[in-house]
């Protein structure tokens, strides 16, 4: 079922405003047996008055047992099918900063990494150089000329970079370098059809002469290269909502997720703080908000248990600025779960949280992934949170007569 | 996945009976804050026992978010899924009168109104006029004549009439003249595409005509015209699911849903009781019955809360007299929300009770939006209901070996 055929049909415009509040891999899970989840850990007397008074429920973000990357679990959120539209790690790293990715283009994202002197990885990030040494490597790599092809290096963050190939007729199917672990070499870039050889070819002359170019540096001598991609062709949230979205996101891929989807981006928020003074700034411009908050699933991804229960404490102590802005539907969840114990993403359903005045009661008494089984959303795809704000909003009309 | 692919290759023939109770507009909403839905307000101690000792879930008419009006909500209760089968309001209205529509034939609800010296809108229904007062009109209306194609023009109920164009070729895609608001003019029919324009200049001169004849009358000196539309072709419910079905309803737009998908109506009945006496007098002529009850959704349209739960507690009173038959299967549900707080149809997903020897028991204490929230079915889309029904009549053998 092609849930968008069916909001275009039904679309209507109205004042009403929509925020989704996305703490990345919100959901967890005890770190011992009898004990809390990190939501449930975490003191958000806020998050808990508006779980009780609304209604909540659980997402899968794509299907049971599956655990989204990033790309799958924002399209998901923002009502797109994840199995339907496909995004490269490469095309993601350029929108986010800002690219203006052509249909020809084939991006990759480039890690800088270090290489023993036989070529065999010591450190796959290249001891996390920041941004700015990124930049200088970057300036380099941009004397590298291939033939009938235009290129472009740019920098993205720490020890990470976006090249784009831009040439007719090239396909985006090559396989990655980066072997995914030390003590290996890289890896030759390899098509996956015949169509994509091309593509390959260039890529193993660009790898060719970066190599030759970064040999003395330190430590980042060398690169690999993962997630070549075209950009798909995704409809724009106001072609299916009839939506003018706003993303306020800190994050390079987080902004580019958005971006894909047609959202702008009004704002270069540097923390959460500066995030809420962007929503109110340009709370008139938009009718939907997508606020982007990383730490919850950085934490986790360190199996810093602490940390999560902090940084959501901290995400609870702004609902009230959320709330002042007096959004028709305001929504907090999670993009996945990002269990501290696993220190990774997961396929655990993710929790969600949806107020508004047309909010059906349910017996919540408090934002957590146990309260959530009990909430009168139930559990659910993601893909169908964003048609419920949709409705709540006043902004579906009736289906079929 | 075609659901109907399955039951037409697992259903087997027995004595079980199916009754399908559709409380219209069942759903509700608390008025305020803290208090009770309208099913949970009522006094319903039928119903709620039936909870107690059966398995009760809440239902998605169409899929989360979505509204449907009363053809894909009835469609989903019956098996099919409302997104394959779209029904226009013309033919649903057609059917309804015990209009026998050919494959050629466009319908299209006709809607008599007021207007004022300057052609605009002033009444859209025309007072409500009586039944009396509209076939009056028809009648006279049966003096057009258009070139090459046959008319009918049947009157339906109030204001409301149906006009069928009758010719080979005609195509049903052509725009509402209702301009859904007073002060403004009727619309001219317009095609959606070109193979409806012969349709659209057919009802273009029908209306010309139609203002000339009805110039001088009162209150109702015009027409709208309203979801045209040609029958889809749906298969029966004999044919899926091998069940003699019968609708025992009152109004006609649900008597002609039924009608669509090949339920004998053998009875004309009036109110709630006639329509006990025509189950019972039917009792050994089918195998399912739906029995469809109006009072709860025209209440919760008119914002009658307490209206809403005295049909609620009517309804309650009768459960004794549908057990008396001892169908195998019985089900109370709706065929969406209609919350009087919202005074219209909403996405809400709505209660349902399923009752069989088969029910394996749940924690749900009474009939309610709450309760149900808790219940052994969970929450699923209305086109399963039908499946699940036939699985506790024992009308559906096992699948693979």
Same mark, same amino acid.
């Given at each position: 079922?092609?849930?968008?055929?069916?909001?275009?049909?039904?679309?209507?415009?109205?004042? $009403?405003?929509?925020?989704?509040?996305?703490?990345?891999?919100?959901?967890?899970?005890?770190?011992?047996?009898?004990?809390?989840?990190?939501?449930?850990?975490?003191?958000?007397?806020?998050?808990?008055?508006?779980?009780?008074?609304?209604?909540?429920?659980?997402?899968?973000?794509?299907?049971?047992?599956?655990?989204?990357?990033?790309?799958?679990?924002?399209?998901?959120?923002?009502?797109?099918?994840?199995?339907?539209?496909?995004?490269?790690?490469?095309?993601?790293?350029?929108?986010?900063?800002?690219?203006?990715?052509?249909?020809?283009?084939?991006?990759?994202?480039?890690?800088?990494?270090?290489?023993?002197?036989?070529?065999?990885?010591?450190?796959?990030?290249?001891?996390?150089?920041?941004?700015?040494?990124?930049?200088?490597?970057?300036?380099?790599?941009?004397?590298?000329?291939?033939?009938?092809?235009?290129?472009?290096?740019?920098?993205?963050?720490?020890?990470?970079?976006?090249?784009?190939?831009?040439?007719?007729?090239?396909?985006?199917?090559?396989?990655?370098?980066?072997?995914?672990?030390?003590?290996?070499?890289?890896?030759?870039?390899?098509?996956?059809?015949?169509?994509?050889?091309?593509?390959?070819?260039?890529?193993?002359?660009?790898?060719?002469?970066?190599?030759?170019?970064?040999?003395?540096?330190?430590? $980042?001598?060398?690169?690999?290269?993962?997630?070549?991609?075209?950009?798909?062709?995704?409809?724009?949230? %106001?072609?299916?909502?009839?939506?003018?979205? $706003?993303?306020?996101?800190?994050?390079?891929?987080?902004?580019?997720?958005? %971006?894909?989807?047609?959202?702008?981006?009004?704002?270069?928020?540097?923390?959460?703080?500066?995030?809420?003074?962007?929503?109110?700034?340009?709370?008139?411009?938009?009718?939907?908000?997508?606020?982007?908050?990383?730490?919850?699933? &950085?934490?986790?991804?360190?199996?810093?248990?602490?940390?999560?229960?902090?940084?959501?404490?901290?995400?609870?102590?702004?609902?009230?600025?959320?709330?002042?802005?007096?959004?028709?539907?305001?929504?907090?969840?999670?993009?996945? &779960?990002?269990?501290?114990?696993?220190?990774?993403? &997961?396929?655990?359903?993710?929790?969600?949280?949806?107020?508004?005045?047309?909010?059906?009661?349910?017996?919540?008494?408090?934002?957590?992934?146990?309260?959530?089984?009990?909430?009168?959303?139930?559990?659910?795809? $993601?893909?169908?949170?964003?048609?419920?704000?949709?409705?709540?909003?006043?902004?579906?009309?009736?289906?079929?007569?």
């Amino acid at each position: 079922m092609d849930m968008h055929k069916l909001t275009r049909e039904l679309n209507v415009n109205n004042e $009403a405003k929509i925020v989704l509040v996305v703490a990345d891999g919100l959901g967890g899970l005890p770190m011992e047996p009898g004990g809390p989840t990190e939501l449930e850990a975490a003191a958000t007397p806020y998050l808990d008055e508006l779980a009780r008074h609304n209604t909540c429920g659980l997402m899968y973000p794509v299907l049971p047992g599956i655990t989204p990357g990033s790309g799958p679990g924002h399209l998901g959120l923002f009502g797109y099918d994840p199995l339907q539209y496909a995004i490269g790690r490469g095309v993601l790293e350029a929108l986010g900063i800002d690219f203006d990715l052509g249909p020809d283009d084939v991006a990759v994202r480039g890690n800088f990494c270090t290489v023993d002197g036989e070529g065999l990885i010591t450190d796959r990030r290249a001891g996390r150089i920041p941004t700015e040494t990124c930049a200088k490597l970057v300036e380099k790599l941009r004397a590298i000329r291939l033939p009938d092809v235009q290129l472009f290096v740019e920098p993205v963050r720490d020890y990470r970079f976006v090249i784009v190939f831009r040439a007719a007729g090239l396909e985006g199917e090559v396989e990655d370098t980066d072997p995914q672990r030390v003590g290996a070499r890289p890896l030759e870039p390899k098509a996956r059809h015949a169509g994509a050889q091309r593509t390959a070819e260039l890529a193993a002359q660009f790898v060719h002469q970066a190599r030759e170019i970064l040999r003395h540096d330190r430590p $980042a001598n060398m690169l690999t290269l993962r997630g070549f991609a075209k950009r798909p062709d995704i409809p724009t949230m %106001r072609d299916v909502y009839g939506l003018r979205a $706003a993303a306020i996101a800190v994050y390079p891929m987080y902004r580019g997720l958005a %971006r894909l989807v047609g959202m702008t981006l009004p704002a270069r928020p540097l923390q959460l703080e500066d995030q809420l003074n962007a929503l109110r700034r340009h709370w008139d411009e938009f009718d939907f908000f997508f606020l982007h908050y990383k730490y919850t699933d &950085s934490t986790g991804e360190d199996g810093n248990f602490p940390g999560k229960v902090k940084h959501l404490e901290h995400l609870d102590a702004q609902i009230p600025t959320l709330l002042s802005l007096k959004p028709a539907v305001l929504i907090v969840t999670g993009d996945h &779960s990002t269990p501290c114990r696993l220190r990774s993403h &997961s396929w655990h359903p993710v929790p969600v949280l949806l107020a508004a005045e047309t909010c059906r009661p349910d017996r919540v008494s408090g934002f957590g992934e146990r309260e959530c089984l009990h909430g009168g959303l139930g559990q659910f795809e $993601a893909r169908y949170l964003l048609p419920l704000a949709l409705a709540h909003a006043g902004r579906l009309q009736k289906y079929g007569a």
